[in-house]
């Protein structure tokens, strides 16, 4: 899917870009898999299984798929050159389900709170109101994730669902998933 190249301000007055992922940003990708599996328990993954399930050829491939891809999009958020942020927007392709989008971010920690999460997740919003036939965005938070609900219901979600004991931790502890959805212009 095209994206323009898009920089915006931070809250602390730095630049940051938000474009489209290029093979060339395969290890950087890597280690931003690993760093956000490490700082939060919010993610789906833990970092020991970004090993196992990426290798730096298999990322430059799904960026590579992704890039040429019309139905998902990645952008990757840069600051001072560093990948702080990633997020994915994603449509449906079925008949059934294609008035349906869904939607994804991940930040560094280092980052948060900066109005990074807020923008990134605008620009999401804005290509999803833009294409044709979708009226709706989904996602999902694990339980506890105050920051990203706050965000979420700042932008328009509300909690549709919950997914019971969707996530179990490595000590056992089970967290409910919360779905959440925001109507787009489309379907007013
Ligand atoms: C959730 C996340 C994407 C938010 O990104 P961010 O860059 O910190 O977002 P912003 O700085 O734009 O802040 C967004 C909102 O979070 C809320 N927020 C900020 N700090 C908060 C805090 N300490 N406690 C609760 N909510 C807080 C506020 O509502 C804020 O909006 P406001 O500043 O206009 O009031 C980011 O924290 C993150 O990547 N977390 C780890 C991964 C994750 O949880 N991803 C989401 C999975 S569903």
């Known amino acids: 899917m095209k994206f323009e190249t898009k920089t915006f301000i931070l809250n602390d007055g730095r630049e940051a870009l938000l474009r489209l992922p290029t093979e060339a940003d395969a290890e950087a990708m890597l280690d931003y898999l690993r760093i956000t599996a490490g700082e939060t328990d919010f993610l789906l993954r833990y970092p020991e299984e970004c090993d196992k399930m990426y290798s730096l050829e298999a990322e430059k491939r799904i960026i590579e798929r992704i890039v040429a891809s019309e139905t998902d999009l990645m952008l990757v958020c840069t600051v ?98 919360y779905l959440m959805a925001r109507p787009l212009k489309n379907g007013a």
């Open 80 to 177: 001072d050159g560093e990948i702080a942020g990633v997020c994915n927007l994603m449509f449906n392709t079925r008949m059934k389900t294609r008035h349906i989008a869904k939607v994804a971010i991940g930040n560094v920690k280092k980052y948060w709170g900066l109005g990074m999460g807020t923008r990134m997740m605008e620009e999401l919003i804005s290509i999803a109101e833009k294409r044709e036939g979708v009226i709706q965005l989904e996602l999902e938070f694990i339980e506890g994730n105050h920051r990203a609900r706050a965000l979420y219901e700042k932008l328009g979600f509300r909690i549709t669902g919950v997914h019971p004991n969707a996530i179990m931790l490595k000590d056992g502890t089970l967290l409910n998933e």
